[in-house]
């Protein structure tokens, strides 16, 4: 089962001249990170603002930057450059990377790589507001939008030289999966096997307030939810993503919700049934106070600490389980232990009705609060399966796949 969809693909990043180029660092990790390969040229301005030595050291290849190199030549001439990549990707495209390129120029490595290749071309404009917006450049979008080029961003914000506006660059995870889903497309044409499904995911802490300031939470970073939305919908589900407080963007394609305590969840969830498919990651507070103050909690000193009492909230992933008639026919939990990980997760498949559990180590040693890797099992009916350790990224591609795989192995059945 392939973990990711860049595996093993080729991606010629080049790299242009502005402020944004740092960001490509962390691109070019995450790529590599999920198995793809990455050769990178860089202009002669986006040396000014990022090392070719940096730059190689993640690439783990050499960096190109000289049309006229004949030792290049030598060993790749710039036509095979281009020619050798699955997916040209411009990061930044400066406003001049974008006027020769609408024009079809070619005085540099950079503008004769991506004039030469046949292949799809992904690029995320970086600009002061004023160059993006103004007519030339808005010409030279229009003119490389017709010509089948794909962009990421602009973003709107704020801007290294101090204005606002359109001209940011997309940030790195928005690259990425935009990359992602071209590589997607092409592995899926008509859609992908998900297509049709409506798959509804819980992600993240819940924040249970004890007055209007203080709340009781839990270290959930909301990354394994996350990643599971993004994933299933990548392969065509519709999906909907119930998630209690994170710091993490909205996964493309996906659509959000946002709460706070385990009652919103519980209800924006029941909202967005009927679903085929409930995948419940949340790291839903098991208590809330039974009573939260309507003004801050004041502390006189020489007196007694207030005593919270405890009730205990909805468990969601059980009332989804034992619906009667709007189940959704698979039922995914999780089971965050920190012993006994397999037989504390097969009792909880149990006890709460769902069809699969994915259960994962959570003892500090691991670093899996908040960290990002995770070993976990899938406790189904018919047994247990152990996934090596593994990026939550590939555990949720893991996951979707598997899924996709039990509803094709259902049809064939019937
Ligand atoms: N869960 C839920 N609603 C709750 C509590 C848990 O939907 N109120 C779900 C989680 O999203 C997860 C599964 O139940 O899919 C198991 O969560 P976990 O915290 O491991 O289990 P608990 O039920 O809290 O049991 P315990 O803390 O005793 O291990």
């Not at 030792?71 to 710039?78: K, L, P, Q, R």
């Not at 001049?96 to 046949?118: E, Y």
């Not at 801007?159 to 001209?167: L, R, V």
């Not at 009652?263 to 009573?291: K, T």
Request: charged share 25%.
């Amino acid at each position: 089962m392939a973990e990711s969809i860049l595996n093993g693909r080729r991606v010629l990043l080049i790299v242009g001249g502005g402020i944004a180029a740092y960001k490509c660092l962390e691109l070019i990790r995450r790529l590599k990170e999920r198995g793809a390969s990455v050769r990178a040229i860089l202009t002669e301005a986006a040396q000014q603002f990022v090392t070719p030595l940096s730059v190689s050291s993640l690439t783990g290849d050499k960096v190109y930057t000289d049309l006229f190199s004949l030792t290049d030549e030598a060993e790749m001439g710039h036509i095979e450059l281009s020619r050798d990549a699955d997916l040209l990707v411009v990061a930044p495209a400066t406003a001049d990377l974008m006027a020769k390129m609408a024009n079809g120029l070619a005085n540099d490595l950079a503008s004769t790589a991506l004039l030469a290749t046949d292949k799809k071309v992904l690029i995320a404009p970086a600009m002061n507001v004023r160059m993006w917006t103004q007519p030339a450049t808005q010409r030279n979008f229009e003119t490389l939008m017709a010509d089948g080029v794909g962009f990421v961003g602009p973003n709107e914000g704020d801007m290294a030289c101090g204005e606002y506006g359109p001209g940011r660059m997309a940030e790195p995870a928005e690259i990425l999966a935009a990359i992602e889903s071209h590589f997607n497309e092409l592995a899926y044409p008509g859609g992908g096997p998900l297509k049709g499904k409506r798959v509804l995911v819980t992600s993240g802490p819940t924040h249970e307030p004890i007055d209007p300031v203080r709340y009781l939470a839990n270290r959930s970073s909301g990354k394994q939810g996350y990643a599971i939305a993004q994933a299933v919908a990548r392969l065509g589900a519709e999906t909907i993503l119930v998630s209690g407080p994170t710091n993490l963007p909205n996964p493309p394609g996906v659509t959000v919700k946002r709460v706070e305590t385990a009652r919103e969840m519980l209800a924006a969830c029941e909202s967005a049934l009927p679903a085929d498919i409930a995948i419940c990651a949340a790291a839903v507070a098991d208590w809330r106070v039974a009573s939260d103050a309507e003004q801050k909690l004041k502390k006189t000193p020489g007196e007694q600490a207030p005593a919270l009492t405890l009730v205990e909230n909805p468990d969601i992933l059980a009332t989804l389980s034992q619906m009667k008639e709007k189940r959704p026919s698979l039922v995914v939990g999780f089971a965050a232990e920190t012993e006994k990980v397999v037989e504390h997760a097969t009792s909880k498949r149990q006890r709460k009705g769902c069809d699969w559990i994915v259960a994962n180590d959570v003892s500090p040693a691991t670093g899996v609060m908040g960290g990002d890797l995770n070993t976990v099992h899938l406790i189904t009916r018919e047994g247990q399966e152990d996934w090596p350790l593994l990026p939550k990224q590939a555990v949720a591609e893991r996951l979707a796949r598997r899924i996709a795989e039990h509803f094709s192995n259902a049809r064939a059945a019937e």
